[in-house]
């Protein structure tokens, strides 16, 4: 789903750059079992008489969109990824190669004409920690570069996103607690000056439960909240004013498959308001 940046997202986004602390892509997703592909769709939720139901279908055009159809090798890595648009044309593809220890050897991102968009290719330490990644586009030249830094634990301790020009582009610096948990983000502009510093907190199961974002003078431009179910998935996020109160709320209802792995869900407002419903249809080895 394409929401706006979150905490949710750049957890996903930060996750897994070292082969020592890597999860693969089923565990990032908190998908269950030995799943071999998954189909989403994104429908606009329709009340009447108290009933809800699937309305328009959404896709790749929409800002909240979810249709796609995504592949897993039998190591749970993703190794191609699909966008649609609501009449069912491909929008965007993504094929990931993997190196026999699991390591991403090349990505490449396709247009929905097939034309190549953009080459991805990863350099690794002598731990198996990511250091380098260069994306080139449909020529083969250099697009941009990520770069990341490690401390002795093999933590990721600095990313750094250059231009095609070598100028910096984005800088993020991460801090941890005793349980490899990152506790500190800072985000950097592209001259170097403190642009923000993102603080979550965690459950014992490893759950962002709420985060602090501060502005560079640090006054409280936001904080959320999230709570989840047995299953680690998310029930319920707060998104709340510097001075604490409810900006926005949203809650989902889940329907499980007999892996535990939800199937359908329904999204409410903060006034208990169906705004859309998400399924997926799984598929196991």
Known sequence: MKFKISLYLLLVLFSCTSQNNQKNSLMVKNLKGNVKSVKGFY???VEKFGEISKGEKKGAESDVADFYFIKYNEKGNTTESNEYYSDGSLSSKTTIKYDNIDN???SNEYNSDGSLSLKGTPKYDDKGNLIVWNHYNSVANLYFKDSIKYDNKNNKIESNSYKSDGSLSTKWTFKYDDNGNETEWKWYNPDGSLFMIISPKYDDRGNAVSSTWYNSDGSISLKESTKYDD????IQFNSHNSDGGVNSKTS?????DEKNNWIKCIVFSNDNKPLYILEREIEYY
Do not use: L, Q, S
Not at 252 to 256: A, F, L, N, R
């Open 104 to 106: 991403i050897i090349e």
């Open 252 to 256: 989902t209802k889940y329907d499980y």
């Open 231 to 234: 299953k680690d998935n998310r």
């Open 43 to 45: 429908f606009v939720a």
